[in-house]
């Protein structure tokens, strides 16, 4: 006899289906806790199904409602079910997956691929069979709502399908899908391709084995009618694109053809689908021979997407041009997230470094209101307009230039938006055919910082950010001057997104421009602190990323009476209105941080209280860990941001102040609580600890010291790269406590030495990470020689390699002068890695005296040891500018 519910039972649960659907919070609240309740009872689930499946008497949102909730318990507890329980929900749910209602068949779709989730595919052998067999159904529901579910469980269970553990169910399952792609319904259609792309990634070997008829049933589909099997077709080519381009070269003009067609799609969604593919064709190395013949019609249809749509415009409220006296909606503000300190070094001049990337591009200037931040065609196309300016460089240039005519110059606000944004989005790529334009043009988009429609002021902010590399290498009185002061402008502008984007675009200016603003500081100042009191909440937040970019930027000059007069009094009032719980501490504080290390002794006299605040509010949040920890079920893990932030402002307070911050130190429990913060789970607070350790280390080491015999070891159970900023960070540190520890270091090296090695050796290893590795090798090597030269063998490589190529400056004087006192020590050890350390000693532009007479000291030992003849043979094999550089200034 199948379960039957009690009336009472049922229609307590119907009454609070209905109750749940109020929009009062109250009674949602009591309904939530009922639930909870009820689900103590073993035959609660069977109540939902029921009504899901079986109570055709009641109104459809409702039933979904009790899937839904029914969903939600086999996630929490599914494992409780009572076997008969789950077995009738099984049964019901392949009963009912036909259900002739849509919104039914959905719900009763979700629920099976939830079980599926929990393990059960391996318990539920029915169940892939038997929606396999619906699939053939002459029931449009039937047929429907099986690949319903068989659509979720391939997006939910991709890796598992794959497996031995199912005795692999796709080698059915695959050839069964593509029969399908050419079904009567579109329906159909678009579930079937929307199953079999989620093997493509993974290049799942059932796919793999039909990956000819698949491909060939693909390009039968390019002219559907729907819009749903015209975008899944797009997005299986995209992926197709990544994983086996040797399948689509053959046909590589067609689908170029076919994908501009769709990235013209009335349908927008098909659009963003389709120009999707030229991001990733532009990652492929066929890129430019496959995709140069059609640039001409390609350029046109990219920038044609990147205006803004009427449906944009009325999202963006872009028809209110004044509302900075309008609060912001809370909602609105997204959280930020800290990026905690790491310690790196400055390079030479004529090496391009890699690892920082202009990220400026990556979030096209705009739009950051919650309707339009989603990914979209505007952004899209701006982005594969940039990617491909990358592959194509100025060969892009004849192209563009008759469009940027028209655009630029176009009577209507939006086509001349569209331009402006194109002029951005190229900016990195073509950055040598723009030049010859750039006179005419700098001066064009200036004049737009005061167009009256604020869109067009917005855009024209990032613009101009993007060309600030070449603006700042002009004379200044040619662009410079008058650009800042026409941004200065737009930071105070009457609407809020331009306000937004100019804080943004100053920021970006003043890295770029660094001290070259120094001439400009009152009137900059000026401008930024007025902000401060015009601002609504989310720019502020902008606002202090501003002043924290100009205060690392220009560095000491900031350090003058009137210009800290200015600064500190509006930072300080927002420092002692905030609450210790209040999130917007963590953009405040890191401009503090910024500030203090660049006003150095300038900061003293409002260091006492930043300093007491940082310990408490690290204090505050190691006994809320301590806590939770102790009664995990009463008490909320804290949010241990307001600790990294609080150490990397106190790590900014001891760079500033160094030795000033001794007397703070010393009335302060920063040491024990600094302890704790290093052995924490989180990694980020662990490398904000250790960069504290190695700024007060260098500040004031009589307060560390008689910590190192607890702090070491923990710094070499941290030396794992696979967290590179952490081990960064501690790397950096053992640096530091080494050069002020000296001899007295020795006990200590064994238990950092053989990982700092390994780290140096390793394949792949970050180049920030191994400069630091090979300095504090090096360091450690200069206070105990004795101790690391026996190992010189196993890292003068590498050592040698990774250090030429910083600049000259302390850190890299006491690594050197460690090299050179180990090959005093082992000399031996650097004879098969000579010419690396002849090539080490050459980076140098202006060793100090000492150290430069070490250098030739080794090098002319070297000469006599090997003799003339031989050391002509060794030297004849150097580069001419290696053996020049040593000849003029070693004389060998």
Partial sequence: ???????????????????????????????????????QFPDFNNFLIYVLTKLKTEDEPTRSLSGLILKNNVKAHFHNFPPNVTEFIKSECLENVGDPSPLIRATVGILITTIATKGELQNWPALLPTLCQLLDSGDYNTCEGAFGALQKICEDSTEILDS?????????????????????????????????????????????????????????????????????????????????????????????????????????????EACEFWLTLAEQPICREV?????????????????????????????????????????????????????????????????????????????????????????????????????????????????????????????????????????????????????????????????????????????????????????????????MSELLKRILDTNKRVQEAACSAFATLEEEACTELVPYLGFILQTLVFAFSKYQHKNLLILYDAIGTLADSVGHHLNKPEYINMLMPPLLDKWNSLKDEDKDLFPLLECLSSVATALQSGFLPYSEPVYQRCVSLTEKTLAQIAASDAHPDQVEPPDKDFMIVALDLLSGLAEGLEAHIEKLVERSNILSLLFQCMQDKMPEVRQSSFALLG?????????????IVDFLPVLGQNLNPEFISVCNNATWAIGEVSIQMGEEMEPYIQLVLNQLTDIINRANTPKTLLENTAITIGRLGLVCPQVVAPVLPQFIRQW?????????????????????????????????????????????????????????????????????????????????????RLAANYMV
């Avoid at 199912?166 to 079937?192: C, E, G």
């Avoid at 990634?201 to 059932?206: D, E, H, M, P, R």
């Avoid at 532009?845 to 003849?869: A, R, S, W």
């Fill in 695 to 707: 700024d007060l280390t260098k500040a004031c080491f009589k307060h560390v010291k008689p910590c």
């Fill in 164 to 272: 031995d553990a199912l005795d692999r169910p796709l080698n059915t399952l695959i050839p069964k899908f593509l029969q399908f792609f050419k079904h009567a319904n579109a329906k159909i259609r678009s579930h079937a391709i929307a199953c079999v792309n989620q093997f493509i990634i993974s290049k799942t070997q059932a796919l793999m084995l039909h990956i000819d008829p698949f491909v060939e049933n693909l390009f039968a589909l390019s002219h559907d009618e729907d819009s749903e099997v015209r975008k899944n077709v797009c997005q299986a080519l995209v992926m197709l694109l990544e994983v086996r381009i040797d399948k689509l070269l053959p046909h590589m003009a067609n689908i170029i053809e076919y994908i501009l067609l769709r990235t013209q799609d009335p349908d927008e969604s098909v659009a963003l």
């Fill in 291 to 483: 995709l140069a013949v059609h640039l001409s019609r390609l350029v046109p249809v990219l920038v044609r997407g990147m205006k803004y749509s009427e449906i944009d415009i009325i999202l963006l409220k872009g028809d209110v041009e004044e509302d900075d006296m309008i609060p912001d909606n809370e909602q609105d503000i997204k959280p930020r997230f800290h990026k905690s300190k790491t310690h790196a070094q400055q390079h030479s001049v004529e090496e391009d470094d890699d690892d920082t990337g202009d990220d400026s591009g990556s979030d096209y200037g705009m739009d950051d209101d919650d309707a339009l931040s989603d990914w979209n065609l505007r952004k899209c196309s701006a982005a594969a307009l940039d990617v491909l300016a990358n592959v194509f460089r100025d060969d892009l240039m004849p192209v563009l230039l008759p469009i940027l005519k028209e655009t630029l110059f176009h009577p209507e606000w939006e086509v001349k938006e569209s331009g402006i944004l194109v002029l951005g989005a190229i900016a990195e790529g073509c950055a040598n055919g723009m030049v010859a334009h750039l006179p005419e043009l700098i001066p064009f988009l200036i004049n737009c910082l005061s167009e009256k429609k604020a869109l067009v002021r917005s855009i024209t902010c990032w613009t101009l950010s993007r060309y600030s590399h070449w603006i700042v290498n002009q004379p200044h009185e040619m662009y410079l001057q008058r650009l």
């Fill in 1 to 39: 006899m199948a379960w039957q519910p009690s009336q009472a039972g049922l229609s307590q649960i119907l009454q609070l289906l209905k109750e749940s659907q109020s929009p009062d919070t109250e009674i949602q609240r009591a309904v939530q806790q009922k639930l909870e309740q009820l689900n």
């Fill in 800 to 884: 040698c390699t990774s250090l030429r190529n910083i600049r000259d400056n302390e850190e890299k004087d006491s690594a050197f002068r460690g090299i050179c006192a180990m090959i005093n020590v082992n000399p031996a050890g650097v004879v098969q890695d000579f010419i690396f350390f002849c090539d080490a000693v050459a980076s140098w532009q202006n060793p100090k005296d000492d150290l430069k007479q070490m250098f030739y000291t080794i090098l002319h030992g070297f000469k006599n040891e090997v003799g003339v003849e031989n050391w002509k043979r060794f030297s004849d094999q150097f580069p001419a500018p290696l053996r020049e």
